[in-house]
């Protein structure tokens, strides 16, 4: 009896911290990649408490970058951006947490470097807009949608970590 509430609590565990998380789809761009800049990054999502639940590193063709800028087609830098996303390898990630597509936005900063405050990704580490090192989604459906458009749902780990009850009490 003693073992099996331990494994329904176990369940229970899995439920709340694995299942039911949130999760956003945050991607360091080739400029990050090649400045160095991964492990400055990937300790700011991990410090906060998000636990990394898939990554990978991909050189993204022109057309798979287009695919994850649809939304930005009409843009005048659409396909400087594209071809940008595409000119090196990037950093996919999924962070998962609570509030994490949200308070992931607030660590990334601004989209143009130059009006992210200091302190935040970009406010610290980049410079102008068409070099801001780091992708976050930025809401619900668009991280639903990035996080299919680059990960096969067999390469999302979900895990209990230890340091949940710490981070959530
Ligand atoms: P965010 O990345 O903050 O969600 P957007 O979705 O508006 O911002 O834009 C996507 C990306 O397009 C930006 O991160 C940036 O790399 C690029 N971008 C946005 N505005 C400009 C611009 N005016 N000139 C060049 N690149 C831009």
């Given at each position: 009896a003693v073992l099996l509430s331990g494994a329904a609590y176990m369940m229970q565990d899995q439920k709340v911290y694995a299942d039911e998380m949130e999760r956003t789809f945050i991607a360091i761009k080739p400029d990050g990649v090649q400045r160095g800049l991964i492990s400055e990054i990937v300790s700011r999502f991990e410090r906060k408490g998000y636990k990394l639940v898939a990554i990978k590193l991909v050189v993204p063709s022109k057309d798979f970058a287009q695919k994850h800028y649809h939304d930005l087609?009409?843009?005048?830098?659409f396909n400087g951006l594209c071809d940008f996303l595409s000119s090196g390898p990037v950093l996919a990630m999924v962070w998962e947490g609570e509030g994490v597509i949200k308070y992931g936005r607030k660590l990334i900063g601004a989209t143009d470097p130059q009006k992210s405050e200091p302190g935040t990704i970009r406010g610290d580490l980049a410079v102008v807009v068409g070099r801001n090192i780091i992708h976050g989604s930025d809401g619900p459906e668009t991280a639903k949608d990035e996080i299919a458009l680059w990960f096969k749902p067999s390469e999302l780990v979900s895990f209990t970590s230890n340091a949940e009850k710490w981070i959530y009490g």
């Open positions: 087609k009409e843009r005048p830098f």
